[in-house]
């Protein structure tokens, strides 16, 4: 049987986010955006997970303006971003009409494919945005968040595939973003859902235990329809699988992706001038490309890893790391088991740190970890003891419902606080991602184009209309 493999291509989204914590500019895809849209990839991952903050926070680049220009530059290739469900692209719940509006803006100024997860496979809190997609006439993929636990079996998984199904999702992703898949699970795994449901699957795989590429031959001969790949020069590591190796490799078989090598290796060979670029400007630590199997013992991402360390390092307590990683999967159980990705990544790693470096755990408690514990980001995959939860927040209420159903509307109110800023109507979802970043952001944009300081930002808005 034949059957072509569609390649999702990551070098301008999670390669770059992995490896170096999100910092490529966009004039450092500028020059390679043509090629890159003459492969024939499935698709191009180039906006949402960290990408919109880093762009705000740390390279002063308007992300909504990324995403246009790399749509006029891509015109032959679907464009695809990671969204948060209930969180979108930033770290707490937002009401409805947030979500529904940064999904409708992010579809005009470009996607066509909207990746949609819940950090805790809570399908509730992700209909709002799979519905506000489909309106949108976008392909919705609803990614479940792989991890390992006593509740995670290929039953557990092919229930939740069922459930996203049902829900209306386009196609299914299995988010394995630890690294935590070896080859043979990979291939019952997907066997398993692909049996189970019609739509297709995808698997994106993390190359940090040095499994990636293995996996992903056993995805493919396990009937999987979609591969997320990385070009070369920035895989490996804490990255993914090589784009130009899978496809090597599956070259002449029934499951040949099509895609021209000879391309490929000249786009290599721009990533490499970058690679060599970051690696000297000390961007990219040359350890962020080395395997480490303890993602398979810990359960912890490379990003999460790279953040407990630095959170070690300003407490001064460096060597306290293999305490708190061991801390880690006590901790995790202790919250019901969520899976580790952002926030619950962030959440249950801040925990560990403060129950290691304190002496004490649960001492203290961060106002995140008290949230989860209260059910204020959805349902955990296990219920978390009544004792412990008490401990955590005394008699607070817990919540059952879906958490965004405790959400008033918010649009109204953001779009008044940001006013005095706004020159396009996406601003003010910048704005309610990220406020006081934004408001940096719209300072010093209004600075650099009106030559002014930023409180006359309004004013200038009004002479020079967008």
């Known amino acids: 049987m034949t059957k072509k493999i569609g390649i999702t291509e990551l070098v301008l989204r999670d390669a770059h986010q992995s490896l170096i914590a999100t910092r490529m500019p966009l004039s450092d895809m500028l020059p390679i955006l043509d090629k890159l849209d003459q492969v024939g990839f499935h698709s191009l991952e180039c906006w949402g997970g960290a990408t919109f903050d880093a762009c705000l926070r740390f390279l002063k680049e308007d992300p909504w303006e990324r995403l246009r220009v790399i749509r006029r530059k891509c015109p032959n290739t679907k464009l695809q971003m990671l969204f948060r469900g209930q969180n979108i692209l930033g770290y707490r719940h937002y009401s409805d009409d947030v979500v529904e509006y940064f999904v409708q803006r992010s579809v005009a100024n470009g996607i066509d494919i909207i990746r949609i997860f819940d950090a805790l496979n809570d399908i509730k809190n992700l209909t709002v945005s799979i519905n506000a997609a489909k309106k949108e006439k976008c392909h919705v993929q609803v990614a479940m968040s792989y991890t390992t636990g006593p509740v995670f079996t290929n039953e557990y998984y092919v229930n939740y595939a069922k459930q996203i199904e049902n829900a209306g999702a386009d196609s299914i992703c299995i988010k394995d973003m630890a690294a935590l ?249 910048s704005y309610a991602q990220f406020p006081k970043v934004a408001v940096d952001f719209f300072k010093k944009r209004a600075e650099k184009k009106y030559g002014i300081d930023g409180k006359h930002a309004d004013a200038a808005a009004q002479i020079h209309p967008v």
């Open 181 to 429: 898949l070896t080859p043979y699970k990979t291939y019952d795994l997907v066997k398993a859902i692909k049996a189970a449901v019609k739509i297709p699957v995808q698997l994106h795989t993390h190359y940090t235990s040095g499994l990636a590429s293995m996996c992903e031959l056993k995805a493919v001969e396990a009937g999987v329809d979609y591969l997320d790949t990385a070009m070369s020069p920035l895989a490996l590591g804490t990255s993914h699988a090589p784009t130009e190796s899978m496809v090597a490799a599956l070259k002449d078989t029934p499951y040949d992706t099509g895609l021209d090598l000879v391309l490929l290796n000249e786009i290599r060979d721009y990533f490499m001038t970058l690679r060599e670029k970051y690696i000297k400007s000390g961007l990219l630590d040359p350890k962020m490309l080395a395997t480490n199997t303890k993602a398979l013992i810990y359960q912890v991402p490379g990003g999460m890893l790279s953040n407990l360390l630095s959170q070690l390092k300003q407490a001064g307590k460096e060597d306290k790391l293999e305490e708190v990683l061991q801390e880690v999967p006590r901790v995790r159980k202790d919250a019901g088991y969520p899976p580790l990705v952002t926030p619950t990544s962030q959440i249950v790693g801040t925990q560990a740190v403060f129950n290691v470096i304190t002496g004490e755990r649960y001492k203290m408690c961060t106002n995140e970890f008290k949230d989860l514990i209260a059910g204020k980001y959805g349902t955990t995959p296990v219920p978390v003891d009544d004792g412990f939860a008490k401990k955590i927040i005394g008699d607070a209420p817990r919540i059952t419902c879906r958490p965004a159903d405790l959400l008033k509307p918010e649009l109204e109110t953001l779009r008044k606080e940001c006013a005095e800023w706004t020159e396009q109507e996406e601003d003010v979802l």
